[in-house]
């Protein structure tokens, strides 16, 4: 099984997806990690760099590129029965994602309320060059589209009302 998690920089998915895969034969899938291997010298990117790179690797792999990911995850450890994949950014992904696995694949939007999510992230990045560069991303296109991908959400949750324990149970009973 796949699941892959949308929403905005800073809603929670990596910590879903950690919450998710905190069992034997669960392995979460950062996709930043993805993007850092194909990085010139793997070396550490802006947020900007890495969805410039995000972009590069879906016109060169034909949005396959998590498809990839999951595969070698599963190609490397046979005893892996779910991979959580932290950052679904692209409708065209998740297109690719449903049709490699069908009915194994499930789409989870998250979403916050803008005052929360604003929070959060200045909790998050306390140096306000690195909060300014964080809220530039919001700026790139694929930022701009999330309704869209959120449209193609199996399950939407709200991460104010939900801590990322309780929404790991829930994803646990709805899947």
């Known amino acids: 099984m796949i699941i892959g998690l949308c929403g905005p920089i800073g809603v929670g998915k990596s910590t879903l997806a950690k919450a998710l895969t905190s069992r034997a034969g669960e392995f979460h899938l950062k996709s930043s990690s993805l993007v850092l291997q194909v990085a010139p010298n793997?070396?550490?990117?802006?947020?900007?760099?890495?969805?410039?790179?995000?972009?590069?690797?879906?016109?060169?792999?034909?949005?396959?590129?998590?498809?990839?990911?999951?595969?070698?995850?599963?190609?490397?450890?046979?005893?892996?029965?779910?991979?959580?994949?932290?950052?679904?950014?692209?409708?065209?992904?998740?297109?690719?994602?449903?049709?490699e696995y069908k009915k194994e694949f499930v789409l989870i939007a998250l979403r916050c309320d803008v005052a929360s999510l604003l929070e959060r992230l200045q909790v998050r990045h306390p140096d306000k060059e690195d909060l300014a560069a964080t809220l530039k991303a919001f700026e790139h296109p694929l930022e701009q589209n999330l309704?869209?991908?959120?449209?193609?959400?199996?399950?939407?949750?709200?991460t104010v009302r939900f801590s990322s324990k309780e929404l790991a149970s829930c994803c646990a009973t709805l899947i």
Request: hydrophobic share 35%; glycine share 6%; charged share 30%.
């Open 147 to 158: 309704g869209g991908i959120a449209a193609m959400a199996d399950i939407v949750f709200d």
């Open 42 to 99: 793997n070396h550490q990117q802006t947020r900007a760099e890495l969805q410039a790179s995000g972009d590069k690797l879906d016109a060169t792999t034909h949005y396959r590129w998590l498809i990839d990911g999951a595969k070698s995850v599963y190609k490397a450890d046979p005893t892996i029965t779910r991979v959580v994949i932290d950052s679904c950014r692209h409708m065209r992904q998740v297109e690719e994602l449903r049709k």
